[in-house]
């Protein structure tokens, strides 16, 4: 995966992500022509969205073997973030996957800043003073698994769909 191995140091890229919600460092930190980062319908440069109308749709051009990763931010967080885990784009027999992926989106903590509760902290991005603040943590990137926040379903609906 190339955002990020489960159990190691987040990249800075990431971890800019995880606590700002910005993609401008970890997009030139993938391989090749792996990143890109996407605007929402309705705007004109990459950023946050917001519900209930908020969505993001973008196409990419998939060969057998491809798969895909994608992050967000998890705003209401220090440094949490969803992500969509190399994913194959492909069965084995290299026919396009489709249909709801939201099942496999999980939520992760970069390991990079101090957790506060949910939605209060004071260097939680709708809250922080600044990007980039708050009490450095020097943990790794795992998995969270406290309810309901390790539901992904509660936030993020992701579909794949192939075109013809």
């Known amino acids: 995966n190339p955002l990020f191995t489960p159990g190691q140091k987040a990249s800075n890229g990431l971890e800019t992500l995880a606590e700002d919600g910005s993609p401008a460092d970890l997009v030139p930190m993938l391989p090749g022509d792996a990143g890109a980062a ?15 109308d908020g969505n993001y749709s973008f196409e990419i051009t998939a060969s057998p073997g491809d798969h895909l990763s994608l992050a967000t931010m998890l705003v209401q967080s220090n440094d949490w973030f969803y992500t969509l885990h190399n994913q194959p784009l492909f069965d084995a027999a290299g026919d396009p996957i489709e249909g709801n992926f939201t099942h496999v989106v999980e939520l992760y ?19 922080q003073a600044g990007l980039n603040t708050g009490p450095a943590e020097g943990g790794t990137v795992q998995k969270v698994t406290q309810m309901p926040y390790g539901d992904a379903a509660t936030v993020v609906h992701l579909t794949i769909t192939p075109l013809p």
Do not use: K, L, Y
């Open 38 to 52: 996407v605007v929402g319908r309705g705007a004109s440069v990459a950023g946050p969205i917001f519900p209930p």
């Open 109 to 127: 903590d970069a390991g990079t800043e101090v957790d506060e509760p949910i939605g209060f902290g004071a260097n939680q991005a709708p809250r």
